[in-house]
T-cell receptor
Framework: RKEVEQDPGPFNVPEGATVAFNCTYSNSASQSFFWYRQDCRKEPKLLMSVYSSGNEDGRFTAQLNRASQYISLLIRDSKLSDSATYLCVVNYNFNKFYFGSGTKLNVKP | EAQVTQNPRYLITVTGKKLTVTCSQNMNHEYMSWYRQDPGLGLRQIYYSMNVEVTDKGDVPEGYKVSRKEKRNFPLILESPSPNQTSLYFC????????????FGQGTRLTVV
């Protein structure tokens, strides 16, 4: 079983839509959680860290559910520029990041 | 500018010809790591280093070597490349370990024929 699993998508949504992605992780000892964004085979870049209480950054909201071992990313009022692949990343032993395979989002005019 | 620099960005080579991909960071980060990214498999860790002279295997270390003689540099060495090492490679660094933001290089697209 993969450490981190994501729905690969693609999610095709119109501009202005709200879209949500989930990501599940297998190790209950996981400590740190992140969402990264990757554009078209470029380097991944941090979108936001995910905190236990949930956190928001503009149109983006991240939630953590430790009991069910998943994290989520909600994007409101989608923009064309949000089109990318979103990577879920988890850490539990300080030495390694575990990456999901990514969820592809296409925002259409 | 704070950055992770990889070179080369693109490389086509032949089976068995040793090559090195360089990675350098200017942020004084202790933690550095190498990943390969293949379609449908996501990023898989090859090697990582917690500090100078401290390196360890990741999930897919076979066929690769690394060294960390200086804090800023973490080269990836393919002693005898094979076609199954054709991939997109990323180097990344973090301040102390894998519990904070990772900063990635721009990637190296390697083709082994």
């Amino acid at each position: 079983r993969k450490e981190v699993e994501q729905d690969p998508g693609p999610f095709n949504v119109p501009e202005g839509a709200t879209v949500a992605f989930n990501c599940t992780y297998s190790n209950s000892a996981s400590q740190s959680f992140f969402w990264y964004r990757q554009d078209c085979r470029k380097e991944p870049k941090l979108l936001m860290s995910v905190y236990s209480s949930g956190n928001e950054d503009g149109r983006f909201t991240a939630q953590l559910n430790r009991a069910s071992q998943y994290i989520s990313l909600l994007i409101r009022d989608s923009k064309l520029s949000d089109s990318a692949t979103y990577l879920c990343v988890v850490n539990y032993n300080f030495n390694k990041f575990y990456f999901g395979s990514g969820t592809k989002l296409n925002v259409k005019p | 500018e704070a950055q992770v620099t990889q070179n080369p960005r693109y490389l086509i080579t032949v089976t068995g010809k040793k090559l090195t991909v360089t990675c350098s960071q200017n942020m004084n980060h202790e933690y550095m790591s190498w990943y390969r990214q293949d379609p449908g498999l996501g990023l898989r860790q090859i090697y990582y280093s917690m500090n100078v002279e401290v390196t360890d295997k990741g999930d897919v270390p076979e066929g690769y070597k690394v060294s960390r003689k200086e804090k800023r540099n973490f080269p990836l060495i393919l002693e005898s490349p094979s076609p199954n090492q054709t991939s997109l490679y990323f180097c990344a660094s973090s301040p102390h370990g894998a519990d904070t933001e990772a900063f990635f290089g721009q990637g190296t697209r390697l083709t082994v024929v």
